[in-house]
Structures are given as C-alpha cells and as structure tokens.
C-alpha cells in the first residue's frame, strides 16, 4: 500500500516508517521540506540495510500537505497539542476510501506516572478523545487509533523484538479491518479490536 506519515520524521512516526516499509511504500512528511529529505534518505538506508534484499516497500519525503493525496492509509503522528490545527488545514485533501489513523496520546506527566489530558480545541477542555475529534477535521475519510501503545524506541530499534498488543479502535468496519492488516504487517504486534472511536480514550 501507499502509506502518508504526518509527522513522519519524529519519533513514533520514523520507527513506524522504519517497521512498515518491510512491505509497503511510506512517504513521511514534515513542515521542513531540507529536514524531511534528510530524514527520509537516512531511514531508508537503515530500512535497506536491515531487510537487504526482503524489502518490498520504499521510504520517500514529502511536505505534509503533499502526504496526503494518493496514499490509501495516513498516519497522524503529531503532537496531540499540534494535531488538530494541523489536520484541520489539510481538510479539502482527504477524499472517501482513505484511512487515517491517529497515534495520539493526549497525556500529562504526575511525578512518574502519565494520565490521560483532554485535548484543548477551540479554547476548551474536551472530554472526547483525540481520535474523535481529529475524526471531524478528515472527513469524509475513515477515522481509526491505533498504535498508541507501542513505545516510538520500540519501533525505531529495528533489531527488536517486538510482542505488543495494538488496540484498534474505529466506527467503519473497512477502515478497521485494514488498519488491523496493517498491524500484522508488523511483526510480533497483534491487533486488538477494541470497539467504537470513542473507546479511544
């Protein structure tokens, strides 16, 4: 498949980059177009010298208005303080048949331990999860969350071992079905459907 990361040169979405592109085709887009050409040609020489002559799949750059358009499944890897705004500028470039997901965990540090912290839109605190309200900001493409519980250094150690459980979350069967797909792809995740997008949070 033709995969779009937004955000693609943090973190969550190199190591995704890095892990999916055993398979399939990954543009990661930044705002910095110099910055997502570095990134892109450092992940795929890691990515083709690791899977040498197994890999199927490519790693290219793009601007993250440019991600978008033509890619089956687009993965949101932003900040959740970003990802809204974000999304909600590339609106128009979304079409039906397009899957995105959403990676965001909205959460605030107490001393060691994390909780979950309502993203503020629109000047307020909003009880719906991030997915939900990213899910208005793509329409009419199908909204699912996924990934949040894999650790982005996971992903990025491609030497790693993984054996996680990926909850799956979304309200159109087809986009779900197809994330989970996606999941597999990686090896030692195991997708978990877990119900509705408001399960999300």
Request: with cysteine.
């Amino acid at each position: 498949m033709k995969i779009g990361i937004l955000g693609g040169t943090g973190n969550m979405g190199g190591g995704l980059a890095l892990s999916l592109s055993l398979k399939h085709d990954i543009t990661v887009g930044s705002r910095n177009s110099d910055r997502v050409a570095e990134a892109a040609m450092e992940l795929g020489t890691k990515a083709r010298g690791f899977y040498q002559s197994a890999m199927r799949g490519s790693i290219t750059g793009a601007l993250n208005e440019d991600v978008v358009e033509g890619r089956e499944i687009v993965i949101e890897t932003l900040p959740a303080s970003a990802a809204v705004t974000t999304l909600s500028t590339l609106k128009d470039r979304f079409t039906p048949g397009q899957v995105v997901v959403s990676c965001v965990v909205p959460r605030r540090r107490h001393g060691k331990l994390y909780t979950w912290s309502p993203v503020v839109a629109g000047g307020c605190d909003q009880a719906r999860s991030a997915a939900e309200l990213i899910q208005e900001a793509v329409a009419p493409a199908g909204m699912v969350s996924a990934f949040q519980t894999v650790p982005a250094q996971y992903l990025n150690d491609i030497n790693g071992i993984l054996d996680l459980d990926v909850l799956v979350a979304g309200d159109d069967e087809t986009a779900v079905e197809s994330v989970m797909g996606l999941v597999r792809d990686i090896p030692g995740l195991r997708p978990l459907r877990v119900g509705p997008l408001e399960n999300s949070k």
